[in-house]
């Protein structure tokens, strides 16, 4: 049976290099991108690969679980690959039930949907969780997550997403659900919307404004360059075994501050302007509460068990960014002006 693959959140940051990486690789599947559009959800991130013919986009909800019924019925869905969320920490400090709706509430509708559409035989079909690795908490100055650490959230993001990965295992124990879970560590890359560190402080520093590090910038974190996020969703989705989790990371840390440092060097060769200038931007802010320490991902399962390994060092996925960037200013004005959605309008109205 050919595969018609549901990728949720496909219109979004790393949903986006997903959906591409799968509509090219597999021109005999089906991709169908289920996307609400929010602010985050963004169709020019797919305009390469709109008109081809195994790519169907539904602009749905996932609180909606009548329309979720529905594009199983239409496309006859056989997976899942689920990524769709509200996933920005920050605003769920501001706006938790946001969170608890997408992340918890979204979930739990795909997995009933799934449960009843696919009763008849579940060995056929596989629901997969794209989560975090901020389940697991913070990490102090030495040790890594790995799949058996204890999920210790902190902040009502990862709360959220700890509580959908909690269902997801539980569908699987008690209907018999085929699940797969990976809990990722930060990424970065193309398409990266600019409310996160990286783009954020690459627009910042594109328009010469303060680059507000929290705290004593002094947080560490693992980056991947998400296009090797999308190549280890597509390794765990066909070679990874059933009702397990795997870690994925980019054996990559750095602490905040020396991130940034790099970032200004980098963009100061590239935008032709003196050494040291874009490290003046930089302005330490009051810090983000309940602010996670460091993350560290171990990713031997994934590395030993399905042979993933990220393609590319920190030094060439940083510059492949910054190079997006200075040649997208146009993807960047439209998310950042709200231009976006005069596009949808005229693009989809008629359709
Ligand atoms: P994103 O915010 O860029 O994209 C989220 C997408 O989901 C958007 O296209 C948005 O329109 C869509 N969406 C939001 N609410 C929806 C709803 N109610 N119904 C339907 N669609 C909705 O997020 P991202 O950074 O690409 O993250 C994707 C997934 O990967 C998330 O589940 C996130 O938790 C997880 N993750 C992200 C990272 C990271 O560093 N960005 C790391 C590990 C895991
Ligand atoms: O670890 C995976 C997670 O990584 C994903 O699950 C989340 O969806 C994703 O947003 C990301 O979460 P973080 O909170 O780590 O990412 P963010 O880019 O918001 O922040 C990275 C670090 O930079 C963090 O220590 C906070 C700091 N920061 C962030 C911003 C936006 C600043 O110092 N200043 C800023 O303005």
Redesign the pocket.
């Known amino acids: 049976m050919s595969k018609k693959i549901l990728i949720?959140?496909?219109?979004?940051?790393?949903?986006?290099h997903v959906v591409r990486l799968f509509v090219t690789k597999y021109p005999e599947y089906n991709i169908i991108n289920?996307?609400?559009?929010?602010?985050?959800?963004?169709l020019e991130n797919l305009k390469d690969i709109e008109d081809n013919s195994n790519y169907f986009f539904e602009r749905?909800?996932?609180?909606d679980a009548e329309a979720i019924n529905n594009v199983f019925e239409k496309h006859g869905i056989t997976d899942v690959i689920?990524?769709?969320?509200?996933?920005?920490v920050d605003r769920s400090i501001l706006s938790p039930l946001d969170f608890v709706?997408?992340?918890i509430i979204?979930t739990v509708n795909l997995l009933n949907t799934a449960k009843a559409k696919w009763a008849a035989n579940f060995s056929n079909h596989i629901f997969y969780h794209?989560?975090?690795?901020?389940v697991y908490g913070a990490l102090g100055d030495t040790g890594f997550f790995t799949e058996t650490t204890s999920y210790h959230p902190n902040s009502p993001?990862s709360a959220s997403?700890a509580s959908s990965d909690h269902f997801v295992r539980a569908y699987a124990e008690t209907y018999h659900l085929q699940t797969k879970i990976s809990?990722?560590?930060?990424?970065?890359g193309p398409?990266?919307?600019p409310e996160?560190l990286i783009p954020l402080f690459i627009n910042n520093i594109i328009n010469k404004k303060p680059l507000p590090v929290y705290g004593d910038g002094k947080y560490t974190r693992d980056w991947?360059f998400?296009k090797d996020?999308a190549i280890a969703i597509d390794t765990v989705f066909h070679k990874g075994e059933v009702n397990e989790t795997y870690n994925?990371g980019g054996f990559n840390e750095w602490k905040n501050i020396d991130l940034i440092k790099l970032l200004c060097t980098l963009m100061d060769e590239k935008l032709g302007r003196q050494a040291g200038e874009s490290e003046q931007l930089i302005t330490y802010v009051k810090d983000r509460p309940g602010h996670d320490r460091r993350y560290a991902i171990d990713a031997t399962k994934i590395n030993t068990k399905l042979g993933w390994k990220p393609s590319v060092t920190f030094e060439q996925g940083l510059s492949l960014t910054i190079d997006w960037y200075l040649q997208n200013t146009e993807w960047l004005q439209h998310v950042t002006s709200g231009a976006y959605q005069n596009y949808y309008n005229e693009m989809y109205s008629n359709r």
Do not use: M, P
């Open positions: 949720t959140g496909g219109a979004g940051f790393i949903g986006s289920l996307d609400a559009l929010t602010y985050a959800g963004n749905i909800n996932i609180l689920h990524l769709a969320a509200e996933s920005h709706y997408t992340n979204g794209v989560s975090t690795d901020e993001y997403k809990n990722c560590s930060n990424n970065y398409n990266h919307f996160k991947l998400v996020h994925i």
